[in-house]
């Protein structure tokens, strides 16, 4: 558990370590009790409130599995730096149009054509609980950041 | 599902797809329904019974997550060529000293330096069901190989 100032400290180190990868791997658990997992766009850096935001379809698969199950894992591989992240949170949609405004990026009409208009659009919003985070090739001993909220005690 | 010859050639398939890969990430479900992950260093190429195979220790927590819910998910990142494969399995503990003397490459002492002596040394056998994978920066949607046996059906 956190104070806000250790936490707003946390919050820094965790961009940090996932600053300059793009790409991150979101898992679900799906209700078969199977685990997928596909690579998300990541859409800007944590906000101040310790939240991930990705780009997603309202109607895809994974967001069905979320509306059953919430907690998801979000890793970040760096291979070329030996640093990789694992982020356990809760992810929720998100719909309303002022936050899909403030966080649309021009790379995202790769994979959303319409930007906005796309008739499904909508936000996933992974709320980060705890990161795990290895950073070098020789010792795999994990180092932990919590963003856990001292209300969450 | 698959025949024997289908699925010889959907393993081939798999193994070309992470060839390079050193690194996946494993993730597990824990009794409090969170989600984990943590970098393993893939041992070998994918066995001819669709096997991945890593090394881990038998009293480590990912071990405790295994026994009490068994299916795992495995995603390999390839950020440098826009190449990210998920794979959905199940895992289990194996201890038989062959089995691990088969599977032991020396790489692997960074983690482990008393090697095949390390007390708790063991190997997590995660058998493939099914993978889905994305090979293009321009074109996000998943191609799916899968491993299940016709008589699995």
Same mark, same amino acid.
């Given at each position: ?9 946390? *919050? ?6 996932i600053?300059? *990868? ?5 898992? $679900? ?16 850096? %944590? ?18 599995? *979320?509306?059953? !199950? ?12 030996n640093r990789?992240?694992? %982020?356990?949170? $809760? ?12 966080k649309?990026?021009?790379?995202l009409? $790769? ?16 709320? *980060? ?7 070098s ?7 932990? %950041? ?5 209300? !969450? %005690?």
């Amino acid at each position: 558990m956190t104070n806000p100032t250790e936490r707003n400290q946390n *919050i820094q180190q965790l961009r940090q370590l996932i600053e300059g *990868i793009d790409c991150a791997m979101l898992t $679900t658990l799906d209700d078969d009790g199977s685990l997928h997992s596909r690579p998300m766009s990541v859409c800007g850096e %944590i906000d101040s409130a310790g939240v991930l935001w990705f780009f997603s379809l309202a109607n895809s698969y994974k967001i069905h599995e *979320i509306q059953h !199950h919430q907690q998801v894992n979000v890793s970040f591989s760096a291979p070329d730096h030996n640093r990789y992240i694992s %982020i356990s949170g $809760t992810a929720q949609l998100v719909r309303e149009h002022n936050k899909l405004q403030e966080k649309w990026q021009p790379k995202l009409e $790769t994979w959303f054509p319409q930007g906005l208009d796309e008739p499904n659009i909508a936000l996933l919003k992974v709320k *980060i609980h705890k990161a795990d985070y290895w950073d070098s090739s020789s010792n795999f001993a994990a180092k932990t %950041i919590s963003l856990l909220e001292l209300s !969450h %005690i």
